[in-house]
């Protein structure tokens, strides 16, 4: 009595596989259903979050060139298509590009096509600076003790001067202006590399900046002299130009207003350099 039951049962069983196995056979023949099973695009457009950027728009139907199932977008996807980059790597303000570890804080995509995937996170900076101190070196070494100042600084919420632009986050505040924009400067080092004291991450000018009286004569020590001043042409057009045969290359108030570099005093606009 029990075998038979046992034979049934078995029969049963057997018989729902078989017609399972049928259905679902049938269900993927159909055009609708295989068109969706087979057609990777389908799946990918359902779950994208927006199009990509106009630099990337090839790789719209191609997920996988910049997403690793779970891990997301990793910077060696970038690495594939951008590793040779030379422009990129050898001019000194982006050269640091060279030795990043993430890409996806700063390069933000599916945002459409006119919009450029390129937004400057100084903050993140400090971020992806602190991991990669903090990855594969010694509990004593000269880069942890870089990593323990620069968290205390940022627990404590503290600035490195009472100088420094109050526009400025305090992950900010800790990096190196200079390794990135010494080429920018146009202070030729006579204010140092300090740049945090005056300058903000959104932008170079600075509204607040009042120019000192147009009487001083100090203007040297903050005004780096043309080198055609430094040769013949000084002598022979410059002074003569303006009128001041005895004027010094550190005299720029004999010669020059505040208004302008061109703007000679008693002589108006002139522009020779």
Excluded at 59 to 74: K, R, S, Y
Aim: charged letters at 15%; hydrophobic letters at 35%; a negative charge.
């Amino acid at each position: 009595m029990k075998f038979g039951r046992r034979l049934i049962a078995t029969v049963l069983l057997v018989l729902l596989i078989y017609l399972a196995l049928a259905f679902v056979a049938n269900w993927r023949d159909q055009p609708d259903v295989k068109s969706l099973l087979t057609n990777v695009n389908t799946w990918q457009a359902a779950a994208s979050p927006g199009p990509l950027s106009a630099a990337h728009a090839s790789l719209e139907n191609n997920c996988n060139a910049c997403h690793t199932p779970v891990a997301g977008v990793t910077a060696s996807n970038c690495i594939v298509c951008h590793a040779n980059s030379t422009s990129l790597l050898k001019r000194q303000p982006t050269s640091f590009h060279a030795n990043i570890s993430s890409c996806s804080e700063c390069h933000i995509e599916h945002e459409g096509r006119s919009h450029r995937p390129a937004v400057m996170d100084h903050g993140a900076l400090t971020d992806i600076g602190m991991r990669q101190l903090a990855d594969g070196t010694e509990p004593d070494s000269e880069d942890q003790l870089k990593l323990r100042q620069i968290r205390h600084l940022l627990s404590e919420g503290l600035t490195v001067s009472p100088l420094v632009n109050p526009d400025l986050t305090v992950q900010e505040v800790v990096l190196n202006c200079a390794t990135c924009h010494k080429n920018d400067d146009r202070h030729f080092d006579l204010f140092g590399q300090d740049c945090a004291s005056c300058h903000s991450t959104s932008a170079w000018t600075i509204p607040e900046f009042r120019h000192p009286s147009s009487a001083s004569m100090d203007c040297a020590q903050c005004h780096q002299a043309p080198p055609s001043h430094y040769m013949k042409h000084f002598g022979m057009i410059s002074q003569k130009v303006a009128g001041k045969p005895q004027a010094k290359v550190d005299q720029c108030y004999k010669c020059h207003q505040t208004t302008s570099w061109p703007d000679i005093l008693d002589a108006g606009w002139y522009k020779h350099h």
